[in-house]
């Protein structure tokens, strides 16, 4: 029993035009023909062709295949081997590739407009992990907020940054300090310390209101990445993103005003003013 082409084409997964193309060739000449002179294909020729269909998908060119099932004992291995240096090349190539194509993305979706030997210069331990850029974008794009902070980031030239930065290895010091001290995170260094990092995104980013900050401090306890850009991974301890966590939103319990009381000699009422941000 034979196999006619469209069938074989429809089973194999490959066009009429290629099976054509096969037979033209040399590589694949069905074994007989109808009596109609349509091509017919046996099993032995369906074997062949899931031979050529491998070595295709594995990158070979045509002749070399053909090479290979003139005489498989003496060409295969030989010619297997050198197709998986060159696919190994091939790979290590693809992957510098997307390493740069990330280091792209990263500074287009991160608002930081420096050349890598200026953010290693300035930035140190601190990276931005991609995915979490990803993620940040996806998450608060639609925040005018988040606009305004990748506007201003963008703005910044080397040496805010590095200003930035000294900002924010002096307080990340003081930080751990008060953590390793045993200070409780709803305490008044811990929370002074807390405001002073809101007011620290809202000189150089933008305006973070105390709820925003709590929201900042979730991430950093929830999410590594989140916490490893303001932390890097040899200055952290066990429990310290939730310990800022909880000393943010005290703090933000704190700049809250009271609820408003009345004076009972003039029936009036009043509040604290709010702290300024």
Same mark, same amino acid.
């Given at each position: 029993?034979?196999?006619? !082409?469209?069938?074989?084409?429809? %089973?194999?997964?490959?066009?009429?035009?290629?099976? /054509?193309?096969?037979?033209?060739?040399?590589?694949?000449?069905?074994?007989?023909?109808?009596?109609?002179?349509?091509?017919?294909?046996?099993?032995?020729?369906?074997?062949?062709?899931?031979?050529?269909?491998?070595?295709? @998908?594995?990158?070979?060119?045509?002749?070399?295949?053909?090479?290979?099932?003139?005489? *498989?004992?003496?060409?295969?291995?030989?010619?297997?081997?050198?197709?998986?240096?060159?696919?190994?090349? #091939?790979?290590?190539?693809?992957?510098?590739? !997307?390493?740069?194509? &990330?280091?792209?993305? &990263?500074?287009?979706?991160?608002?930081?407009?420096?050349?890598?030997? &200026?953010?290693?210069?300035? %930035?140190? &331990?601190?990276?931005?992990?991609?995915?979490?850029?990803?993620?940040?974008?996806?998450?608060?794009?639609?925040?005018?907020?988040?606009?305004?902070?990748?506007?201003?980031?963008?703005?910044?030239?080397?040496?805010?940054?590095?200003?930035?930065?000294?900002?924010?290895?002096?307080?990340?010091?003081?930080?751990?300090?008060?953590?390793?001290?045993? #200070?409780?995170?709803?305490? #008044?260094?811990?929370?002074?310390?807390?405001?002073? /990092?809101?007011?620290?995104?809202?000189?150089?980013?933008?305006?973070?209101?105390?709820?925003?900050?709590?929201?900042?401090?979730?991430?950093?306890?929830?999410?590594?990445?989140?916490?490893?850009?303001?932390?890097?991974?040899?200055?952290?301890?066990?429990?310290?993103?939730?310990?800022?966590?909880?000393?943010? /939103?005290?703090?933000?319990?704190?700049?809250?005003?009271?609820?408003?009381?009345?004076? *009972?000699?003039?029936?009036?009422?009043?509040?604290?003013?709010?702290? @300024?941000?």
């Amino acid at each position: 029993m034979g196999y006619p !082409v469209g069938q074989v084409s429809a %089973f194999a997964g490959v066009t009429v035009r290629t099976l /054509h193309h096969y037979d033209r060739t040399g590589l694949l000449r069905p074994s007989d023909r109808s009596p109609a002179g349509y091509r017919l294909y046996s099993d032995a020729d369906l074997a062949r062709l899931q031979q050529i269909l491998f070595y295709r @998908e594995l990158g070979f060119p045509l002749d070399e295949i053909a090479a290979i099932l003139a005489d *498989p004992q003496a060409n295969a291995l030989d010619q297997l081997r050198a197709r998986h240096r060159r696919l190994t090349e #091939e790979i290590n190539r693809l992957r510098r590739l !997307v390493e740069v194509a &990330e280091q792209a993305m &990263e500074v287009q979706q991160t608002g930081v407009r420096l050349t890598p030997e &200026e953010r290693f210069e300035v %930035f140190g &331990e601190i990276a931005f992990d991609l995915t979490y850029a990803t993620h940040a974008d996806r998450k608060w794009r639609d925040s005018d907020g988040y606009r305004r902070s990748m506007a201003r980031a963008a703005a910044h030239s080397k040496d805010d940054w590095a200003q930035i930065m000294a900002e924010a290895a002096d307080w990340r010091a003081r930080l751990t300090a008060a953590f390793d001290a045993g #200070e409780p995170a709803d305490g #008044e260094p811990a929370m002074d310390l807390a405001e002073e /990092h809101r007011r620290h995104i809202t000189r150089w980013f933008a305006r973070c209101a105390t709820d925003m900050h709590g929201r900042i401090a979730d991430d950093f306890a929830t999410d590594p990445r989140a916490f490893a850009l303001i932390v890097p991974p040899t200055e952290q301890r066990p429990g310290l993103a939730p310990y800022l966590r909880t000393a943010i /939103h005290a703090n933000a319990v704190r700049q809250s005003p009271p609820a408003p009381t009345a004076d *009972p000699a003039t029936g009036t009422t009043a509040t604290r003013p709010k702290a @300024e941000p």
